[in-house]
């Protein structure tokens, strides 16, 4: 229980020097502090009441956890059902051909830019769920303008237009849940990231199977409308849901230093991974050092003025060096998926249920993962649980081209499962960490990085298999996966504090 530290005496006797002297403030700031004491105290007991809570529990106990992880699992869902069937929507229905159907893929490109202008905007206002929503609702315009398409354009500019900017809705949830969870201090915080990143990878699990028997017993633009839907209805869950301002603290001019809660400053640039990582030394004024930390609360550190200003890019380098890592790694799914079904159908003759049970074995082992690789990496951290996850890629793309066997390809795709069970529940996680100033911007430029990957898997790939043929195409993500363990291991010994 809390215990005030000034008594009525005290109070009454600054009160009456304040009289005295004219100029009222010292009694009023003596019971600012209390107040401020007595709400830290709340806070801080609250948080150690939850921290026994299982992150489950704790996810569906909380309104926002709960809605944004319902939302997830719809954004999972609707794109999943979609991508498969999008090419044949292209040239069935519109009559384009195979080569134009393929650079359809590449409108994603736009993702990137229209997730770091969403990102960029969502730190300046710390509205994470306003942006969310209207994101939603452009990838709802996006899908039903392409299932109402009548010229084979319309598609191309829908999608590097109007999806392009459905696709930072995920990373301004993520966002929001970073501010909440801050504010909320719990032990199995990352717990509960995890259990959002599940319910997306629940999506992407049901979505194509659910996509093909809309699709068979309607037709493609029902199925394409029915993804339109759900996209939509990412913001249900959330309902009129308010979140707290966000907290993420601006980057400031030398010698400014902001904390978000009473006595309690905020780590300066020189503490944060991404200073470290940078060897930047911490830099603060005599006026400053004699001052000690300044106290704003979020609404405060906004109106700072013009000692605000986004990340540079020298605060961004370890976060787009993580990303680039990252795009190495994922570059090898757009390669599996395009070439390791042909490869089980027309060289090893694979009968097509085995061939699903192959492919569909991934996600499976993914979820089962996701939250022990949370467990694991409280211990080891997150970076090195990478450099292990990273390996499994080399060593499963490694099966791929070389077995040439159904359990020799099992294998391949549960390492894979190995692989996303680490990155996608920790991958969001150490991004907002590499930028902390901008948590939004870290999101958007980590979850967006997919579209780059695909375009350099889809180029790679394309070039691998018409000079070395299948499988030997697979050697080129086992490449890239060895450079991202080196890269990894590297990060790993710079960033400090460790992540």
């Given at each position: 229980?809390?215990?005030p530290?000034?008594?009525r005496?005290?109070?009454?006797?600054?009160a009456?020097?304040?009289?005295?002297?004219g100029?009222?403030?010292?009694?009023?700031g003596?019971?600012?502090?209390?107040?401020d004491?007595e709400?830290?105290?709340?806070?801080?007991?609250?948080s150690a009441?939850?921290?026994?809570?299982?992150?489950?529990r704790?996810?569906?106990?909380?309104?926002?956890?709960?809605g944004?992880t319902?939302a997830?699992?719809?954004s999972?869902?609707?794109?999943?059902?979609?991508?498969?069937q999008?090419?044949?929507f292209?040239v069935?229905?519109?009559g384009g051909?195979?080569?134009?159907?393929?650079?359809?893929?590449?409108?994603?490109l736009?993702?990137?830019?229209?997730?770091?202008?969403v990102g960029?905007?969502?730190d300046?206002?710390?509205?994470?769920?306003g942006l969310?929503?209207?994101c939603?609702a452009?990838?709802?315009?996006?899908?039903?303008?392409i299932?109402?398409?009548?010229q084979?354009?319309?598609?191309?500019?829908?999608?590097?237009?109007?999806?392009?900017?459905?696709?930072?809705?995920?990373?301004?949830?993520?966002?929001?849940?970073h501010?909440e969870?801050?504010a909320?201090?719990s032990?199995?915080?990352?717990g509960?990231?995890?259990v959002?990143?599940?319910?997306?990878?629940?999506?992407?699990?049901v979505?194509p199977v659910?996509g093909?028997f809309?699709?068979?017993?309607?037709?493609?633009?029902?199925?394409l409308?029915?993804?339109?839907?759900?996209?939509?209805?990412?913001?249900v869950p959330?309902?009129l849901?308010?979140?707290?301002a966000?907290?993420?603290?601006?980057?400031?001019?030398?010698?400014?230093?902001?904390?978000?809660e009473p006595?309690?400053?905020?780590?300066?640039?020189?503490?944060?991974?991404?200073a470290?990582w940078s060897?930047?030394?911490?830099v603060?004024?005599p006026?400053a050092?004699?001052?000690g930390?300044?106290?704003?609360?979020?609404?405060?550190?906004?109106?700072?003025?013009?000692?605000?200003?986004?990340?540079?890019?020298?605060?961004?380098?370890?976060?787009?060096?993580?990303t680039?890592?990252?795009?190495?790694?994922?570059?090898?799914e757009?390669?599996?998926?395009?070439?390791?079904?042909?490869y089980?159908?027309?060289q090893?003759?694979?009968p097509?249920?085995?061939?699903?049970?192959?492919?569909?074995?991934?996600?499976?082992?993914?979820?089962?993962?996701?939250?022990?690789?949370?467990?694991?990496?409280r211990?080891?951290?997150?970076?090195?649980?990478?450099v292990?996850?990273?390996?499994?890629?080399?060593?499963?793309?490694?099966?791929?081209?070389?077995?040439?066997?159904?359990?020799?390809?099992?294998a391949?795709?549960?390492?894979m499962?190995?692989?996303w069970?680490?990155?996608?529940?920790?991958?969001?996680?150490?991004?907002?960490?590499l930028?902390?100033t901008a948590?939004?911007t870290?999101?958007?430029?980590?979850?967006?990085?997919?579209?780059?990957?695909?375009?350099?898997?889809?180029a790679?790939?394309?070039?691998g298999?018409a000079?070395?043929g299948?499988?030997?195409?697979?050697?080129?993500?086992?490449?890239?996966?060895?450079?991202?363990?080196?890269?990894l291991?590297?990060?790993?010994?710079?960033?400090?504090?460790?992540?």
């Open positions: 229980m809390f215990e530290r000034f008594g005496h005290e109070l009454a006797f600054c009456y020097l304040s009289f005295l002297d100029e009222p403030g010292c009694a009023e003596l019971l600012a502090e209390e107040l004491m709400r830290v105290a709340e806070e801080r007991q609250a009441g939850v921290g026994g809570e299982s992150a489950l704790l996810t569906f106990r909380t309104p926002l956890y709960r944004a319902v997830m699992f719809l999972g869902l609707g794109f999943s059902a979609a991508a498969p999008i090419a044949s292209l069935n229905e519109l051909s195979l080569t134009e159907a393929g650079l359809f893929y590449l409108t994603s736009t993702a990137p830019v229209a997730g770091y202008l960029a905007r969502s300046r206002t710390g509205r994470r769920l969310f929503r209207l939603a452009a990838g709802f315009v996006g899908w039903a303008g299932a109402l398409s009548t084979l354009w319309m598609p191309y500019v829908l999608s590097a237009v109007a999806l392009a900017f459905a696709g930072a809705a995920a990373s301004q949830l993520f966002a929001a849940l501010d969870l801050s909320r201090p032990p199995n915080n990352d509960v990231v995890a959002v990143r599940m319910a997306l990878t629940g999506g992407w699990v979505g659910a093909a809309l699709a068979t017993q309607t037709s493609l633009r029902v199925m409308f029915a993804t339109a839907l759900c996209t939509l209805a990412q913001i959330l309902g849901t308010r979140t707290r966000s907290q993420s603290p601006p980057t400031l001019s030398a010698g400014t230093t902001l904390a978000t006595g309690a400053p905020l780590a300066s640039p020189a503490e944060t991974p991404t470290a060897g930047a030394p911490r603060e004024s006026e050092q004699a001052a930390p300044a106290v704003a609360g979020p609404a405060e550190a906004r109106a700072v003025g013009s000692g605000v200003r986004g990340p540079g890019v020298r605060a961004m380098v370890p976060l787009l060096v993580f680039g890592l990252y795009v190495l790694v994922y570059a090898g757009s390669i599996k998926y395009a070439y390791l079904p042909i089980m159908n027309q090893l003759a694979f097509a249920g085995l061939s699903g049970a192959i492919i569909g074995i991934q996600p499976l082992v993914e979820i089962v993962l996701m939250p022990i690789a949370v467990v694991v990496a211990r080891t951290g997150m970076l090195r649980l990478m292990l996850g990273a390996g499994f890629g080399v060593v499963a793309n490694v099966c791929f081209a070389a077995t040439g066997t159904a359990a020799g390809l099992f391949g795709q549960i390492l499962g190995g692989v069970g680490v990155f996608a529940a920790l991958g969001i996680i150490v991004a907002q960490r930028l902390p948590v939004a870290a999101s958007a430029i980590f979850m967006s990085s997919t579209a780059i990957s695909s375009a350099l898997g889809g790679a790939g394309g070039i298999a000079v070395v299948l499988p030997h195409v697979f050697a080129i993500p086992a490449v890239l996966s060895l450079a991202a363990v080196a890269g291991a590297v990060m790993t010994r710079k960033t400090r504090p460790a992540l």
